[in-house]
């Protein structure tokens, strides 16, 4: 596997999905100051943060899975969280 894979980067498309679903579903979509849609901005800004990195030629190696982590723990966080 490549180093700098982006398919390690679909936990975080997936954690996004996961905030927005629930700033819609269970907090309808209240106010922007609530934890879901700033863990959504987040992810979006980590995404935003890969892609300017890898067009600037900045990844250094296995930076992807560093990121593809980071999506994991958001992810899991917000399954835990649209639980309760």
Not at 53 to 75: E, T
């Amino acid at each position: 596997m490549a180093s700098n894979n982006s398919v390690w980067l679909v936990t975080l498309v997936m954690a996004f999905l996961v905030y927005v679903i629930k700033f819609y579903a269970r907090e309808r979509a209240g106010s922007i100051f609530s934890a879901s849609f700033g863990l959504a901005s987040l992810c979006l800004l980590l995404l935003l943060t890969y892609l300017v990195m890898s067009v600037l030629g900045m990844l250094v190696p296995y930076m992807a899975m560093s990121f593809g982590i980071a999506g994991l723990v958001l992810f899991v966080l917000g399954i835990v969280t649209f639980r309760g």
